[in-house]
Each structure stands twice: as structure tokens, then as C-alpha cells.
């Protein structure tokens, strides 16, 4: 069976002296080089996460304020869009105000240069109606009859129909 020498005695003793000499020197050094390489890696996975997370906050301002600069930027087309269509309908008010204004002028003016000729037009026919009278009376009219005539022609002018 199993024979038990002092050689396989001292190979036992000496193993177990060896795990624990190993474990006295070797295993905790070892085991702190290890938890230590665990706790760094284990500070860059937690730096890294928060780098991340700063990042995804610091994307999430520059996106919301990318909205606000969208949003101003429509306001400011909107409100320059507002004011050209102001303008414009200023400008049309305007210019519906002149057209107005000028045929107001130019109806006056017709008005003014109508009365003129027909005030022209009365002095000729009272100058001619006083010629025309004086040849078929055949004598010579005198102020008085001239100025009565005239009114009469005057009279009887203005209710023609023009």
C-alpha cells in the first residue's frame, strides 16, 4: 500500500512551507498589485461614464440652444416679413392716397378750365349776339341795351343743357 517515507514527509513539509512563505511575500503583494489594477480600472470606467455624461449634458445644451437660435432666427424672419408686408401696404395706401389726390387736382382743374371756356364762350356770344343784333337792328345799341341784352343771352345760355 502506501509507504510513507521521510522524503515524501519532508516534500509535504517543505510545500506547505512554501505556501506559506508564498503567501506571506508573494500572495498579498500580488493580491494589492491586483485589487489595485481592479481599482483602476474600475476609477476609469467611473471617469469615463461621467466624461460621458458631461458630454451628453454639454450636447443636450448646445442642442437646446440651437433650438433658441432656430426659433429667434424664425422670429426675426417672421417679424422683418411683418414689416415688408407693412411697408408695402403703407407704400399701396400711399400711392392709392396720390392717384386720389392727383384726380382730385386734375377733376378740379377741368372744372376750372370748363368754367373758363364757357366764361370765354359767354363773352364771345354776348359779343357776337350784340354784332349779330346791331346788324339786323341796324342801328347802334346802346350800353344799357347791351348789358340788358347780354344778360338775357346769359340767362337763357346757361339753361342749354351742356
Same mark, same amino acid.
Given at each position: 500500500?502506501?509507504?510513507?517515507?521521510?522524503?515524501?514527509? =519532508?516534500? %509535504?513539509?517543505?510545500?506547505?512551507?512554501?505556501? &506559506?512563505?508564498?503567501?506571506?511575500?508573494?500572495?498579498?503583494?500580488?493580491?494589492?498589485?491586483?485589487?489595485?489594477?481592479?481599482?483602476?480600472?474600475?476609477?476609469?470606467?467611473?471617469?469615463?461614464?461621467?466624461?460621458?455624461?458631461?458630454?451628453?449634458?454639454?450636447?443636450?445644451?448646445?442642442?437646446?440652444?440651437?433650438?433658441?437660435?432656430?426659433?429667434?432666427?424664425?422670429? %426675426? &424672419?417672421?417679424?422683418?416679413?411683418?414689416?415688408?408686408?407693412?411697408?408695402?401696404?403703407?407704400?399701396?395706401?400711399?400711392?392709392?392716397?396720390?392717384?386720389?389726390?392727383?384726380?382730385? =387736382?386734375?377733376?378740379?382743374?377741368?372744372?376750372?378750365?370748363?368754367?373758363?371756356?364757357?366764361?370765354?364762350?359767354?363773352?364771345?356770344?354776348?359779343?357776337?349776339?350784340?354784332?349779330? =343784333?346791331?346788324?339786323?337792328?341796324?342801328?347802334?345799341?346802346?350800353?344799357?341795351?347791351?348789358?340788358?341784352?347780354?344778360?338775357?343771352?346769359?340767362?337763357?345760355?346757361?339753361?342749354?343743357?351742356?
Amino acid at each position: 500500500m502506501l509507504e510513507f517515507n521521510a522524503t515524501l514527509l =519532508a516534500q %509535504i513539509a517543505d510545500f506547505i512551507i512554501l505556501l &506559506i512563505f508564498l503567501r506571506a511575500v508573494v500572495y498579498k503583494p500580488l493580491t494589492k498589485v491586483l485589487q489595485d489594477r481592479q481599482d483602476h480600472i474600475e476609477n476609469n470606467v467611473a471617469a469615463a461614464e461621467k466624461e460621458r455624461q458631461e458630454a451628453e449634458q454639454l450636447k443636450a445644451g448646445y442642442e437646446a440652444e440651437m433650438r433658441r437660435a432656430r426659433e429667434q432666427a424664425q422670429e %426675426i &424672419i417672421q417679424k422683418a416679413s411683418k414689416a415688408g408686408e407693412d411697408q408695402a401696404a403703407e407704400i399701396l395706401e400711399n400711392a392709392k392716397k396720390e392717384t386720389v389726390r392727383q384726380k382730385e =387736382a386734375a377733376l378740379a382743374e377741368i372744372q376750372r378750365e370748363k368754367d373758363k371756356a364757357m366764361a370765354e364762350l359767354r363773352d364771345q356770344v354776348a359779343n357776337l349776339s350784340v354784332l349779330v =343784333a346791331g346788324k339786323i337792328i341796324g342801328r347802334k345799341i346802346t350800353d344799357d341795351i347791351q348789358h340788358s341784352m347780354v344778360q338775357e343771352f346769359i340767362k337763357e345760355a346757361g339753361e342749354l343743357p351742356c
